[in-house]
C-alpha cells in the first residue's frame, strides 16, 4: 500500500511538471509543497528558492490579504481567475491571472492550488500599444488623418446590393450616433469601418481601433478605460483608447467576445459620454463615436448571452451587414482581375489572367475565409506562377486536394434551369455595364445595346 501511494504521488508529481501552466500547492500553513518549473519561470525565481518555505518568505510583498493562495487557505473557498501583482523577492515585479483552489483529501482541509497565467508581458505589450495610441494622439491633425489606410473606394464590388451599403454608409458617416457593423471573419469590416470614419466630421481626428478578443479580459478594461497611479501595484496614469480616441472614432472587433461586465460600463459610457479610470473615482468627458464590429451574426450574440440585449440596441441605431464573398459571385472574378493587376505591380509580374479551369474553380469555390482567402490565395500563386496565366496547378496544395471545391453548394437542378442561368447571365452584364459607366443608365445601356428604358425596366426587376 505504501508503494502504489508513492508511485501514485511519482505518476502525479510527473503530470504536474508537465502542465503548461504555473502550478504552486501550499500545504495550510502557507508552506510550498510543489512548485512546478514553469510557475518558477514566471515569478522570476529558482526552485529552490520557494519549495519548503512559507510563501511571505518567498515573495515578500505578498501579505494574509493580498495572497490568493493565502486566502483560500484561510477561507477554504476557490478564487477563479484574479489578477495578482507582487514583487519576487529579486526586486521584479510579477502580473499573473490566478485560480486558486481548496484540496481536500476525504472530508480533511490540507492546502490549497494555484494555476497561474504569466500576464507581465502581454500587459507590456499592452501599454505599449497604448503609449504608441498616445504618439498618435499628440500628432497633427495631417499625420492623425493618416492612420486610416482605407476609404469605401478601397471595399472592391460590382454587387447592387453591397454598393448599396456603400453608398448608405457615406450618408450615415456624417452622424455621431454609434453603429455595428456584422460580417464573417474577411468581408472588410475594418476597411469598412475606416471608411466611414473617412466620410465623417472626424476624418481629421484620431482612429483608434482595439480587437477585444486580443487582449486578456483582466486587461480590457485598463486598456479601453486607463489608469490611476496605485489602482494596483506598478500601475501609473495612463490614458486609456476611449480618451486616445476623443474627438475621433473608437473601432471595437469581435464586441461579443467584451465580458458582460464591460459590456454594462460601456454601454454607460454610449449613454452619457463620461469615463472612469480604474482606481479613480473621478469622472472624465470624452466625445468618441463607437463603431463596433461582430463575425457572430447578432441574433445568435443576443440567444447565447454573448451581448447584453441592452448594449445591442443602444448600437443597433444603424447596422450594416457585410455580405459574405460566396453571396456575391459576381464578385470573385471581378475582384480576382484587381488582384492579379495589384500583385503584377508590387511582384513585377506581367499575369494576364486566368485559365478557363481555375476561373471554374474560383466561380465555385465557397470561400470560407471570404475575400481575404481570395486575396491570399492569388498572392500565393502570383508568387509561383511560371506562365502567364494563373492555372489550377498553381493553386495552394490544400485547394488542389480540395475535390468540391468546383461544385460549392450548387445542385445539378439548379445548374440545368435555362431560366435561371439566363436571369444571372443578364444580371452580371447588367452590373458589368453599370460599373463600366460608372452609374450612367444612358452609357450603360448603350454598352448592352439595348434602349435605355428596357435597362430600366430590368434594374427594377434585379433584387437589390
Known sequence: MGQLTALTQEVLTAILKSIDEGIHVVNTEGKTIFYNEVAAKHDGMDIEEVLGKHLIDAFPSLTEESSTLLKVIRTGKPIYNQAQVYVNMHGVRIDTINTTLPIFLAEDFVGAVEIAKDYSRMKLLAERLLDLQKGFSKSSPNKRAKQVKYTLNDLKTINLELINTKEEARKLAKSDSPILVYGESGTGKELFVQGIHHESHRSEGPFVAQNCAAIPETLLESILFGTVKGSYTGAVDRKGLFELADGGTLFLDELHTMPIELQAKLLRILEDGMIRRVGSSQNISVNVRVIAAMNVHPQTALQEKMIRHD????????????????????????????????????????????????????????????????????????????????????????????????????????NLSLRKNLEEVEKKLIIRALDLSKGNINQAAKLLEIPRQTLQYKLKKIPH
Open 311 to 414: 448594449l445591442y440596441y443602444r448600437l443597433n441605431v444603424f447596422t450594416f451587414s457585410l455580405l459574405p464573398l460566396r453571396d456575391r459571385r459576381e464578385d470573385i472574378m471581378y475582384l480576382t482581375d484587381f488582384f492579379i493587376q495589384e500583385f503584377n505591380r508590387q511582384l513585377s509580374k506581367t499575369i494576364q489572367g486566368v485559365e478557363k479551369k481555375l476561373e471554374i474553380f474560383l466561380t465555385g469555390y465557397q470561400w470560407p475565409g471570404n475575400v481575404r482567402e481570395l486575396k491570399h490565395t492569388l498572392e500565393y500563386m502570383m508568387n509561383v506562377c511560371e506562365g502567364n496565366h494563373l492555372g489550377v496547378v498553381d493553386l495552394p496544395v490544400i485547394l488542389r486536394q480540395y475535390p468540391a471545391g468546383a461544385k460549392g453548394n450548387n445542385h445539378p437542378s439548379d
